[in-house]
């Protein structure tokens, strides 16, 4: 597969930030028109959608999503990243492909070019969604509220893989509530500024994001039952520009997880309890501020039709190949794609670490991590085969 090869060394060295991916955008739109696709660019920002159609019969969807992270990379690679991007918030950042999306996007364009090659043996119209934005978790939903469904089609099923640090080869699935809810948050708390030396004349924000920051480490641990699954991250916290001035604000950015509207809930309301608390006992001027960003559903792939997907990997991989029942706490937001149309979504993860290459004990990279990058092969022919082998499993 050279000139996949090829295509998956040139995304990994050009990544782009979610809602930037211009150039990444273009070589997937160039791949697909030679391959028979009616293409267009710019679905929802940009994202590429390419349809074949094949005669009477269901439509089916294969979604890739394809923008990158604002991370340094540091595998080594002969093909590493070394861009860097401007943020939204104008800061200069380096960008790499680190949670292995230049990878599904190669893969799809693989799918893609076979099913087009063997139109004799399926009947039907194939739908391949290149998604933006995936990482802001906003990306399917400005594709949907572009029109894609009304503009390409109702497809009957979405299908979808993400590639991760399970050996290469191997398939790993689950029914039903897959991935984790998603919600982040900017809290911005107040105080009064004023001289380093004289505290008691100012009141310090930094020392309440502080004991906030800790405050929220309570909430899963006492708030919610044990029998269900939450996660609450504090990824930042930013105040002042000076050791000797008490800044007037202190901002914090927290990440939440959850499985069900339920302990979502409780999860936001004790958020927002515990700032506002702790802003109170500080003598804060005023309460804080919330800016909820980047909400992301559960991701829950269907039951019956992951039983029929994965029935036809069992019979082409093997069932020694497939891994059962996993659930993670990461999230995804193709599931979007499937609640909009009111149709099922099957999604499963691609083993992309070939352990026979690595030393006994040598750490495995997760996604996310400057030293992630899947292992070329055979993750990507195992990639392209399951897209395949998922898409004749529902078209005629």
């Not at 982040?184 to 930094?206: I, N």
């Not at 929220?216 to 916290?237: D, Y």
């Not at 930013?238 to 302990?263: C, D, L």
């Not at 559960?298 to 019979?315: C, G, K």
Request: net charge negative.
């Amino acid at each position: 597969m050279p000139d996949l090869h090829a295509l998956y060394r040139d995304l990994h060295s050009h990544p782009e930030l979610s809602l930037r991916e211009f150039r990444t955008a273009g070589v997937l739109a160039d791949a697909l028109r030679p391959l028979g696709y009616e293409v267009t660019t710019e679905v929802g920002g940009t994202g590429v959608v390419g349809v074949l159609p094949n005669g009477d019969g269901p439509v089916v969807m294969l979604r890739a999503d394809i923008d990158a992270l604002p991370v340094r990379e540091s595998t080594g690679l002969p093909y590493a990243s070394t861009a860097r991007a401007t943020t939204v918030d104008g800061e200069d950042v380096p960008v790499a492909h680190a949670c292995g999306h230049d990878m599904h996007a190669t893969c799809l364009i693989g799918a893609a070019e076979r099913l087009a090659q063997t139109r004799e043996e399926w009947t039907g119209t194939l739908l391949v969604v290149f998604q933006p934005a995936e990482e802001l978790g906003r990306g399917a939903r400005d594709m949907v509220a572009d029109g894609l469904f009304e503009r390409f089609g109702k497809p009957e099923v979405v299908l979808a893989q993400h590639v991760s640090p399970l050996p290469a080869g191997m398939i790993a699935y689950g029914s039903g509530p897959l991935m984790a809810a998603s919600d982040s948050v900017r809290v911005t708390l107040f105080g009064r500024g004023g001289h380093g030396s004289a505290p008691e004349t100012a009141v310090d924000p930094v020392l309440m994001a502080a004991h906030v920051v800790v405050r929220l480490q309570g909430i899963v641990a006492r708030e919610i039952a044990p029998s269900e699954r939450a996660v609450v991250t504090v990824g930042r916290l930013q105040a002042g520009t000076k050791e000797n001035v008490i800044p007037e604000t202190a901002e914090i950015g927290v990440n939440i997880r959850t499985f069900n509207e339920h302990v979502r809930g409780i999860v936001r309301a004790a958020v927002e309890r515990i700032a506002r608390a702790e802003a109170a006992a500080s003598g804060a001027p005023r309460e804080p501020e919330f800016d909820w960003y980047d909400g992301t559903p559960v991701l829950v792939s269907d039951p019956d039709a992951t039983t029929t997907t994965m029935a036809a990997f069992a019979e082409h991989f093997g069932k020694h190949n497939l891994i059962p029942g996993a659930v993670v706490n990461a999230s995804e937001d193709v599931g979007v794609f499937g609640t909009a149309a009111g149709i099922p979504t099957v999604f499963w993860f691609l083993g992309g670490t070939d352990f026979s290459t690595r030393e006994p004990g040598q750490p495995v990279a997760m996604n996310h991590s400057p030293e992630y990058a899947p292992d070329i092969e055979p993750t990507l022919s195992t990639g392209v085969d399951a897209l395949v082998v998922a898409a004749r499993t529902w078209l005629s």
